[in-house]
Protein backbone atom coordinates (compact mmCIF):
# COMPACT_ATOMS: atom_id res chain seq x y z
CA UNK A 1 0.00 0.00 0.00
CA UNK A 2 1.41 3.36 -0.63
CA UNK A 3 1.59 6.26 1.53
CA UNK A 4 -1.31 7.77 -0.11
CA UNK A 5 -3.44 4.80 0.12
CA UNK A 6 -2.80 4.29 3.91
CA UNK A 7 -4.32 8.41 4.36
CA UNK A 8 -7.83 8.17 4.62
CA UNK A 9 -9.23 11.35 3.23
CA UNK A 10 -12.85 12.77 4.26
CA UNK A 11 -15.34 12.54 2.38
CA UNK A 12 -16.05 15.89 -0.32
CA UNK A 13 -18.78 17.04 2.08
CA UNK A 14 -19.63 16.64 5.36
CA UNK A 15 -22.26 17.09 7.75
CA UNK A 16 -22.05 19.48 10.51
CA UNK A 17 -21.36 16.78 12.84
CA UNK A 18 -18.58 14.78 10.40
CA UNK A 19 -17.02 18.16 10.19
CA UNK A 20 -16.71 19.00 13.98
CA UNK A 21 -15.76 15.08 14.66
CA UNK A 22 -12.47 15.72 12.02
CA UNK A 23 -11.89 19.60 13.43
CA UNK A 24 -11.62 21.26 16.71
CA UNK A 25 -15.14 22.79 16.45
CA UNK A 26 -17.25 22.09 17.99
CA UNK A 27 -21.03 21.21 16.53
CA UNK A 28 -22.11 24.36 17.89
CA UNK A 29 -19.59 26.66 16.88
CA UNK A 30 -19.88 25.34 13.01
CA UNK A 31 -23.54 26.27 13.37
CA UNK A 32 -22.45 30.06 14.82
CA UNK A 33 -19.68 29.80 11.68
CA UNK A 34 -22.83 29.58 9.61
CA UNK A 35 -25.40 32.21 10.92
CA UNK A 36 -22.49 34.60 11.22
CA UNK A 37 -21.19 34.51 7.61
CA UNK A 38 -18.05 33.45 8.72
CA UNK A 39 -18.54 30.43 6.66
CA UNK A 40 -20.08 30.90 3.27
CA UNK A 41 -22.95 29.45 1.89
CA UNK A 42 -22.04 28.34 -1.89
CA UNK A 43 -18.23 28.65 -0.61
CA UNK A 44 -18.27 26.61 2.51
CA UNK A 45 -21.47 25.30 2.55
CA UNK A 46 -24.10 24.20 0.48
CA UNK A 47 -27.93 23.71 1.62
CA UNK A 48 -29.50 19.63 0.77
CA UNK A 49 -33.25 20.50 1.92
CA UNK A 50 -32.80 22.70 5.03
CA UNK A 51 -29.39 20.35 6.26
CA UNK A 52 -26.11 22.19 5.54
CA UNK A 53 -23.38 20.20 4.12
CA UNK A 54 -19.71 21.43 4.13
CA UNK A 55 -17.20 21.38 1.47
CA UNK A 56 -14.12 19.31 3.01
CA UNK A 57 -11.57 21.28 1.02
CA UNK A 58 -12.92 24.43 1.32
CA UNK A 59 -13.03 24.03 4.80
CA UNK A 60 -9.56 22.98 4.95
CA UNK A 61 -8.22 26.11 2.52
CA UNK A 62 -10.44 28.38 5.19
CA UNK A 63 -8.15 27.04 8.31
CA UNK A 64 -5.12 27.10 6.28
CA UNK A 65 -5.72 30.38 4.77
CA UNK A 66 -6.24 31.90 8.66
CA UNK A 67 -8.12 34.65 9.58
CA UNK A 68 -6.57 37.12 6.61
CA UNK A 69 -9.92 38.82 6.10
CA UNK A 70 -10.65 41.22 9.31
CA UNK A 71 -14.03 40.88 8.66
CA UNK A 72 -14.75 37.58 8.30
CA UNK A 73 -12.09 36.63 11.43
CA UNK A 74 -13.62 35.16 14.65
CA UNK A 75 -12.13 37.76 17.39
CA UNK A 76 -10.54 36.04 20.15
CA UNK A 77 -11.45 37.31 23.93
CA UNK A 78 -8.15 38.45 24.41
CA UNK A 79 -7.89 40.63 21.56
CA UNK A 80 -10.77 43.00 23.06
CA UNK A 81 -8.66 43.66 26.40
Not at 31 to 54: D, N, Y
Request: proline fraction near 9%; hydrophobic fraction near 40%.
Amino acid sequence: MSPEQSVSRPKPYLSVRELAALTPWTEQAIRSMIAKGTLREGEHFFHVGRRPLLKWEAIVAFIEAGHENPETAIPHYRDRL
